[in-house]
């Protein structure tokens, strides 16, 4: 069973896209599944950090497609055909890895002009869940990086989602964004009856790891507490701050293959990535 993953904060700056990077990487590379990223926010953060900057923009010289191209692939005809087509996944599926034992690493890349789709939202919605479904089949999971913005992008990623994973970053406002979240999923809910949505937990990132700021351990009650009053699960697991990270994702490297990344360090995203995949199911 394929099963897929909306990373997503009404909160941006949580480190949400590097989570996202390693968390894909581990459960193809560690845990052996067939992982599908998707790329859903316009400044396409995570195609960069996949594909690193010079081969990204090759990609969008390319006649290669992206996100985009499924949400408008009725908009408007197409120049050599006259009329619409429907999307090939092997226009807009990227491959970034394959492995001896069948374990893989797929991306569908975004651009900037992902945001033109948010003018003319009507009947878009169903179709990433609809394009995701017809090539569920060949992954064991499908994480979605969302934007941090109430739209029909989020509205396409819960309906392509069976759980909803929150990135927090332990700091003042961490807060801000879970009442708009939760007020987003409850309305998702009621008018999509017949989906099962679930939280799969929140997710603390970039947290200190030895004299933690008594800013960050304030932060981490409050959220731990409202959290609780929505009936989120908390991780007990932490991907605490390592400059490794954000070196990693400019070299397009994951946490366990950045240079001079301490074998601690690995360690704890390990727990935190394995959390992740018996929470929703993936192990």
């Known amino acids: 069973m394929t099963v897929s993953v909306s990373m997503i904060n009404m909160k941006g700056g949580v480190g949400k896209t590097t989570l996202t990077f390693n968390l894909a990487w581990y459960s193809a590379w560690q845990a052996n599944l067939k992982v599908l990223a998707v790329d859903l926010d316009p400044q396409s953060n995570l195609s960069q950090y996949f594909m690193g900057a010079e081969r990204y923009l090759e990609y969008l010289s390319s006649d290669r497609a992206?996100?985009?191209?499924?949400?408008?692939?009725?908009?408007?005809?197409?120049?050599?055909?006259?009329?619409?087509?429907?999307?090939?996944?092997?226009?807009?599926?990227?491959?970034?890895?394959?492995?001896?034992?069948?374990?893989?690493?797929?991306i569908i890349p975004s651009r900037l002009e992902l945001s033109w789709t948010l003018k003319n939202p009507t009947e878009k919605a169903h179709l990433l869940p609809k394009f995701l479904a017809s090539v569920g089949a060949n992954y064991d999971l499908i994480l979605i990086d969302c934007a941090p913005t109430e739209s029909i992008l989020t509205t396409a990623a819960y309906r392509s989602s069976r759980y909803v994973v929150v990135p927090v970053k332990p700091e003042f406002l961490a807060t801000i964004g879970f009442p708009l979240l939760a007020r987003s999923l409850q309305e998702f809910k009621l008018m999509n009856q017949d989906q099962q949505l679930d939280i799969a937990g929140v997710i603390f990132n970039d947290m200190r790891r030895s004299n933690t700021p008594p800013e960050q351990i304030k932060s981490r009650s409050d959220v731990t507490a409202l959290a609780k009053t929505y009936d989120w699960p908390v991780s007990p697991e932490v991907a605490y701050h390592s400059d490794s990270y954000p070196a990693g994702s400019r070299s397009g490297k994951p946490i366990f293959h950045t240079d001079y990344a301490r074998d601690y360090v690995k360690s704890e995203f390990g727990k935190v990535a394995n959390k992740f995949l018996s929470s929703v199911g993936a192990l």
Do not use: C, Y
Not at 87 to 102: A, E, F, Q, S, Y
């Open 66 to 106: 992206t996100v985009v191209d499924i949400f408008e692939q009725f908009s408007s005809p197409r120049a050599g055909s006259g009329a619409p087509t429907l999307m090939d996944p092997t226009k807009v599926i990227h491959r970034l890895h394959k492995w001896n034992d069948g374990s893989l690493l797929d």
